[in-house]
């Protein structure tokens, strides 16, 4: 039973036009989700994170939504750059349940921006 | 600041060799994770840490173990390597809120 899932290996955009990754999660517990990027040959890094309180949060040309009765929380990207180019991996996790923080991370999108 | 270091970066074992991957985190974070990535699939939990000198299963530990026996040191040991265990391997730290990824280890077992 997959938690987190990104139903789109891969989404490709024009340069200066926007990027929505979107992410669905099953579990209730859930209530803290962040974005990743990651690069080849690189580790993931934190792209931004939205608490469940929450239905939107941003940062610079990033935003993310969060649709609680839905399950489903999207990444905004305007406008999308070359350098965008990467997979993006949505993670959750429970910051109540003693679960050690552990995140449950999608199977991530492969973003491709075409200049 | 290095953040997050994994050593080895390449490996290439064979089949039945044993080898320790070496997680080095400089940020004091009390919680750490090895997981692996495989192609097209998200990033599986193996084991974790909350602290010093404790571990714990995720969701796919078999065949490997860990230790944590200082607070910056995160170990990861395969007794006796199986090709299914080829993958790339990513500890991470974490503070309150996001988690520090080291920069992946690729083992080949063949």
């Known amino acids: 039973d997959q938690q987190v899932k990104q139903n789109s290996p891969s989404l490709s955009v024009q340069e200066g036009r926007i990027s929505i990754l979107n992410c669905d999660y099953t579990n209730s517990m859930f209530d803290y989700f962040l974005w990743y990027k990651k690069y080849p040959a690189e580790g993931p890094t934190f792209l931004i994170s939205i608490s469940s309180i929450k239905d939107k949060n941003e940062d610079g040309r990033f935003t993310v939504f969060l649709n609680k009765s839905a399950k489903h929380l999207s990444l905004h990207i305007v406008p999308s750059q070359p350098g965008d180019s990467a997979v993006y991996f949505c993670a959750a996790r429970s910051l109540i349940n003693t679960n050690a923080g552990k995140s449950t991370f999608g199977d991530g999108t492969t973003l491709t921006v075409k200049p | 600041n290095a953040g997050v270091t994994q050593t080895p970066k390449f490996r290439v074992l064979k089949t039945g060799q044993s080898m320790t991957l070496l997680c080095a985190q400089d940020m004091n974070h009390e919680y750490m994770y090895w997981y692996r990535q495989d192609p097209g699939m998200g990033l599986r939990l193996i084991h974790y840490s909350v602290g010093e000198g404790t571990t714990a299963k995720g969701e796919v530990p078999d065949g490997y173990n860990v230790s944590r026996l200082k607070k910056q040191n995160f170990l990861l040991g395969l007794e006796s390597a199986a090709p299914s265990q080829t993958s790339v391997y990513f500890c991470?730290?974490?503070?309150?809120?996001?988690?520090?990824f080291g920069q992946g280890t690729r083992l080949t077992v063949v």
């Open positions: 991470a730290s974490r503070d309150n809120t996001e988690a520090f």
